[in-house]
């Protein structure tokens, strides 16, 4: 799960500095606001054609999208995990919190 928060925050962190709203994003590749969302925030994947999508109007490449920004993630996502010593425990509360926000969305 943690390659595709990887993905997520990176797209999003893109599209922030780019000004480019969430709509405009799902417009971009056929999502609704709701998907865009769980995309960005790593619960789910888009395919490799809406990534090219991205990848074009975010003025980076597929490889970059997929690489991530292990510093912007650390920075956003992880910041207030920092004090878990060992990485990989870290990702696995983030991987509860995730599972849990899955079943609250499915039941909502």
């Known amino acids: 799960m943690q390659k595709a928060r990887m993905i997520g925050n990176y797209v999003d962190h893109l599209a922030q500095r780019k000004g480019i709203s969430y709509e405009e994003l799902g417009t971009e590749i056929g999502c609704n606001t709701q998907q865009v969302r769980s995309f960005l925030k790593g619960r789910s994947f888009v395919s490799f054609s809406q990534l090219v999508s991205l990848a074009k109007r ?23 995990m920092n004090d878990f010593e060992d990485e ?16 609250l969305d499915s039941l909502s």
Not at 61 to 77: F, K, N, P, Q
Not at 88 to 94: A, D, G, H, K, T
């Open 58 to 80: 975010l003025g980076v490449s597929v490889a970059d999208i997929l690489e991530g920004d292990r510093a912007v993630y650390s920075a956003t996502v992880v910041h207030c």
């Open 88 to 103: 990989s425990n870290r990702e696995m509360v983030l991987d509860i919190i995730d599972d849990y926000l899955d079943i």
